[in-house]
Every structure is written in structure tokens, then in C-alpha cells.
């Protein structure tokens, strides 16, 4: 039996208070023969449950003797329960208040599959910012996700006004594309070939950065939620049209 543990009771406190429940009144040298601790112990603690008003103490032939009131006890949990609900409700809203400058964890979702990489890219169509920055190449978005699927994507992202920032390597399929900017809702820069060459697509938007991998039907990626992780790509991005 722990409970009385649970209640802030020490292993200890809860020994001798369940022996005094059952015994009733006793001298410290009987509990201490009945529970193997040293009598001064037992003077110690049984004296620190009576002052928080758990044990009655008398004095009779110079010897402690304590007995139990479990109406006191049950009073006095109920009071500590209260003051420790009221001092958390006081509390709580201070602790949130210093805790919003405080480092949180990257948030990290590893995707796995055609499906999870397709469903992850249209969550771009979600951002709060109505604005995406993609280093990507489009011809690898249509082979992984199909025609259709990305004629959808483009036509639903012009729907909901949500603007494309898009960097790509000079590949016929984009500088094709790039000819439709004005009315994808999208300002697509491309640059030589000459340099590296950008395939799938980094895609930045709020504070995540989803990152794909869709060449020769390797379907996989990572989505990070970390907000410096995404301000640092966006300078990256920003840098690079420059």
C-alpha cells in the first residue's frame, strides 16, 4: 500500500502512520521494534507528522505516544489540495508567459511512399502566409505526382491565392512554364545549367521546410517545423535569386 506516498507521505511517514491506524496508540520503542528502525527515528518522524496536525502526542510516563485522527488527515489533504490548485491556477499562466522564449525541438516527420510525398507537397496549398519559396524542378514533381495531379495543384494554389517563389535549373520544361508566371500566380527564376543542377523540390513555407527526393521513383522525404531551420533556407533562397 502507497497511496498515502501519493499524498506526499515518505515511505517512512506512511509505515508508521498505517501502524498507529491499526495499533492505535504506541510508544516510539514499539514502533520501532514492530517496523526495525531506530527509536530516534521514529521520534523524528512521528514528530514531523504531528505538527502537520496528523498524529495526537501525549507525554505519559515521559514517553511519546502517538495516536491517530484520520479526520485530520482528511482535512488537512483537502486544504493541501486546494492551496496547491490555487497556487497552480495563479501559476500557470506566468510559467507559459517565460516559456515562449525557451528553444522548442525541431519537429521532424520522416515520409515514406508516393502518397505521403504527394500529400506532404499539397499541405503547401495550406500556408498561412499565402506565400511557398521552392528550389524545384517541375518536370520531377509531374513524373513522381502525374500531370493531372500537379495541374490541380497549380490551378487550386491560383484559386486560394497562394503565391510560388520558385528557383530551377534552365530545362526546357521550365523555361516553358516560366512563360505562364503571370497567370500561375508563381515568379519562377531559372539559372544555367552550367551551375548545379536543382531537382524534386525544397519547398519553404511558414516555419517548416519539406524537402523531397522524387528521382527514379525514390519516393522519400522530411518535413521540418523549426522556424530558424525555415528563416535560414529563406535567406538561402532569397540569396540565390540575387
Known sequence: ???????????????IYLYLVEYGSSSASEIA???GYP??????????LWEKGFLKKSYRKNTGYYETDIDVLENSIEQELLLRQEVLKNMIPELREKNKNVLVKPKII????????ANAYRELLNTKEKVFYEFGAHADLVEAFGEEFMDNFIAERVRTQVFCESIGSAWEVEQEIQKHDSEHFRKLDVFSLNYWEISSSIAIYDSKVLILNLKWWMYSGVRVEDPS??????????????
Open 229 to 242: 531551420f525555415a528563416t535560414t533556407l529563406k535567406t538561402i533562397f532569397m540569396i540565390s535569386r540575387k
Open 33 to 35: 521494534r514492530k517496523l
Open 110 to 117: 520522416f515520409l515514406d511512399g508516393k502518397e505521403s510525398c
Open 1 to 15: 500500500m502507497n497511496e498515502l506516498q501519493q499524498l506526499w507521505f515518505s515511505q517512512k511517514e506512511e509505515e
Open 39 to 48: 527509536k530516534s527515528s521514529i521520534n523524528f518522524i512521528a514528530d514531523a
